[in-house]
C-alpha cells in the first residue's frame, strides 16, 4: 500500500496515458440503467464518471480501496460531482463486507488484487448470476513484442507488489467465473479480459454487511473489523455518509 499513499496525489496524472485502455474496459461491462458495479480497487476514482455514464442516477457505484489516501481522492471526486449513489468501502478486498449484489464488477490495473484467491472469491461472491466481469492490466507481451517488456517491466515494477502471475494475470479470475475473453492491447504489454459469472458463485460467501444506507445510498465505509489497516482507515471518517 506503501507506495499508493505517496502517489495518490499525482495518480491521476500518472494514469492520463491508459484512459483509451480504461474505456474500453469499461464499454465491456455492458452497464444498463440502474445497475450495480463494483469498482475492485478503485483508487482515486477515476473510473467513476464513465461508470454513472452506463448505470444512470438509478444504479450504484461501490467503490473498494484499501489506500485511504487513494480513497480520500475518490471521495473528493464524489463531494465535487455529488453523486449520491456511490459507496466507497476501505478495506481490502479479501476482507470488504461488500454491502450489494452487483450486476458488473471492474478490476482495472489492480495486479495485486488478481493474484490474491481470496479477494477475487470475495468479489465473485457478491456477483448476481450472469454479471459482467471485466479485467485489464499490465501483462508480459510475448516473444513476437518482446521490447514491449522494457515498459512493462518498470511500470510493473512501480505499481504492483510482485510480477508473478504477469504472464497470465487474469488466470486465477478465470478460474472462478469462467472463461474470460482476452484481448491484448499496446503490442500485448496490456490486456482486456472480460466474462460473466455463469451461474454465481457460492464456494466462499464473507457475511456481508447489513447496513441499510451503505445499501441504499452513498457513504465511505471503514474498516474496523479488522487490525491491518485499521488505523490507516480512521482519518477518512468511518460512515462519513455523503449525500
Ligand atoms: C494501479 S491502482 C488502480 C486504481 C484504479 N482501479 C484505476 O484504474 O485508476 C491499484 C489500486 O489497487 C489498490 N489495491 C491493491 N491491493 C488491494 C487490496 N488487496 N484491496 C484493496 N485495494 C487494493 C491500490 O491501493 C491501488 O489504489
Redesign the pocket.
Known sequence: ?AQ?RVRASV?DFE?ALFEPI?REAISRLALRRGDTVL?V????G??FAQLQQGIGPTGKIVG????PE?LQQAQRRVGQQAWSNVTLLC????VAEIPVMADAALF???H??LR?PE?IANVVAHLKPAAHVVAAGLQWAGPRTWPANWFVLPAALY?TTSLEGLDRPWDKLAGLVGSLDVQPRCMGAIYIANGSAANGYTGFRRRSTTTSDAAQGGGVFGWKSQNRSTAHCQHLGVRATQT
Open positions: 500500500m499508493y495518480y494514469l480504461r469498482d480497487g478503485c483508487g482515486t477515476l473510473s473498494i480501496e484499501q489506500c487513494m478495506a481490502p478486498v479479501e482495472h490495473f489492480t495485486d488484487i490474491c479477494a505499481s
